[in-house]
């Protein structure tokens, strides 16, 4: 079971990924954004763990629900919204439940990405976050919640952007030389599966201080 | 003229200086004596380009008499923003609505036909109308 601890380790482990990656979020966002994808959301995750930190949230709905209000706030791009949505909506979706279990999570999560589509208004193969997330929750519902199938699935989806022609967002503007280029925002939700199988497999927990830089 | 509140009328945008000009160009052609409220929240919270939540709340609350809140918007962020506030239902004012309309024309609209006493729902049209108006 999935208590309110392991989504605050989760949420703390996306925000040291989020801050090792920054520069390299940037960078994929320079060529086809506005080279702030990584600043925006390091400055936007650092808030999360600093207001989870302060408060303690006890159930994993409060957890989510509290870190995505703080992506809204914080952020200032696009990413705020639509990773705030994500969080709030899954969050919601879990309503005050002490704690999960796997196939519960992946169902709310799966709500939480819905809301995403429906906000940003892009489907996957637009060359957004959604061509991770959306094979990422797919694989976290095929594996019955095994955490390491959903962060390959994820990685594999960000990876599969490169040649797409970019359909939502400033990207878009660019049409095809949109081409050649990995989509930031699918490399950022990538993240997000990573730090939930780190979490999973204990390294995001007590002893992730020792273990990652 | 309505004897109630008008409606209120915040502008964002992804800069500051944009949405100033914006709603000084559109309480200027409203021109006239009074007009209806208007908020620019304009940029991130650090100045630069962007978008800020809290910027786009003061605003709402600035501008609302109670007669409901129209904001318009320009791109990106800045729609996906407004959205996610209105989502969260205590963020912004009752009767807080994205209006769907160009953002100077439809800015321009807004501010007269609030000023004149329109409704919410006529701001609304009125400020989507603008999408009509084509140019060539």
Same mark, same amino acid.
């Given at each position: 079971?999935?208590?309110?601890?392991?989504?605050?380790?989760?949420?703390?482990?996306?925000?040291?990924?989020?801050?090792?990656?920054?520069?390299?979020?940037?960078?994929?966002?320079?060529?086809?954004?506005?080279?702030?994808?990584?600043?925006?959301?390091?400055?936007?995750?650092?808030?999360?763990?600093?207001?989870?930190?302060?408060?303690?949230?006890?159930?994993?709905?409060?957890?989510?629900?509290?870190?995505?209000?703080?992506?809204?706030?914080?952020?200032?791009?696009?990413?705020?919204?639509?990773?705030?949505?994500?969080?709030?909506? *899954?969050?919601?979706?879990?309503?005050?439940?002490?704690?999960?279990?796997?196939?519960?999570?992946?169902?709310?999560?799966?709500?939480?990405?819905?809301?995403?589509?429906?906000?940003?208004?892009?489907?996957?193969?637009?060359?957004?976050?959604?061509?991770?997330?959306?094979?990422g929750?797919?694989a976290l519902?095929?594996?019955?919640?095994?955490f390491?199938a959903a962060r390959?699935a994820a990685?594999?989806?960000?990876?599969? *952007?490169?040649?797409?022609?970019?359909?939502?967002?400033?990207?878009?503007?660019?049409?095809?030389?949109?081409?050649?280029?990995?989509?930031?925002?699918?490399?950022?939700?990538?993240?997000?599966f990573?730090?939930l199988?780190?979490?999973?497999?204990?390294?995001?927990?007590?002893?992730?201080?020792?273990?990652?830089? | 003229?309505?004897?109630?509140?008008?409606?209120?009328?915040?502008?964002?945008?992804?800069?500051?200086?944009?949405?100033?000009?914006?709603?000084?160009?559109?309480?200027?052609?409203?021109?006239?004596?009074?007009?209806?409220?208007?908020?620019?929240?304009?940029?991130?919270?650090?100045?630069?380009?962007?978008?800020?939540?809290?910027?786009?709340?003061?605003?709402?609350?600035?501008?609302?008499?109670?007669?409901?809140?129209?904001?318009?918007?320009?791109?990106?962020?800045?729609?996906?923003?407004?959205?996610?506030?209105?989502?969260?239902?205590?963020?912004?004012?009752?009767?807080?609505?994205?209006?769907?309309?160009?953002?100077?024309?439809?800015?321009?609209?807004?501010?007269?036909?609030?000023?004149?006493?329109?409704?919410?729902?006529?701001?609304?049209?009125?400020?989507?109308?603008?999408?009509?108006?084509?140019?060539?």
């Amino acid at each position: 079971m999935l208590d309110a601890l392991f989504f605050r380790n989760w949420l703390t482990a996306t925000a040291d990924a989020v801050d090792r990656e920054a520069e390299r979020l940037t960078e994929l966002d320079s060529p086809i954004g506005d080279a702030d994808h990584g600043s925006n959301l390091r400055r936007g995750f650092r808030a999360v763990a600093a207001v989870l930190e302060k408060e303690t949230p006890d159930t994993p709905g409060a957890v989510l629900m509290l870190a995505g209000r703080q992506l809204i706030s914080t952020v200032g791009g696009a990413s705020g919204p639509l990773y705030g949505t994500l969080l709030r909506r *899954t969050g919601k979706e879990l309503g005050d439940a002490p704690e999960v279990g796997p196939a519960r999570f992946a169902a709310a999560l799966r709500t939480g990405v819905d809301a995403v589509a429906a906000l940003g208004g892009a489907a996957p193969g637009d060359k957004t976050m959604l061509d991770a997330l959306a094979p990422g929750i797919d694989a976290l519902d095929d594996s019955l919640g095994t955490f390491a199938a959903a962060r390959e699935a994820a990685l594999q989806g960000a990876l599969a *952007t490169t040649p797409l022609q970019a359909r939502k967002g400033r990207a878009s503007y660019l049409g095809e030389r949109s081409i050649g280029h990995q989509d930031p925002g699918a490399t950022s939700s990538a993240l997000l599966f990573e730090a939930l199988a780190e979490t999973a497999d204990g390294i995001g927990g007590a002893s992730r201080e020792g273990s990652r830089g | 003229m309505a004897d109630g509140p008008l409606v209120g009328i915040v502008l964002v945008s992804h800069s500051g200086a944009v949405a100033e000009a914006v709603a000084a160009l559109a309480v200027g052609l409203a021109g006239g004596g009074g007009t209806a409220p208007v908020a620019a929240a304009g940029g991130a919270a650090d100045g630069g380009l962007g978008t800020s939540a809290e910027l786009i709340s003061a605003a709402a609350a600035r501008v609302d008499g109670g007669a409901g809140v129209a904001v318009l918007t320009d791109l990106g962020s800045a729609v996906l923003t407004v959205k996610a506030l209105i989502a969260e239902g205590d963020e912004l004012p009752d009767r807080t609505r994205l209006v769907d309309a160009p953002f100077v024309e439809g800015a321009v609209a807004a501010v007269v036909s609030a000023s004149a006493g329109a409704d919410l729902a006529a701001v609304e049209a009125a400020a989507a109308d603008a999408y009509t108006y084509r140019k060539v």
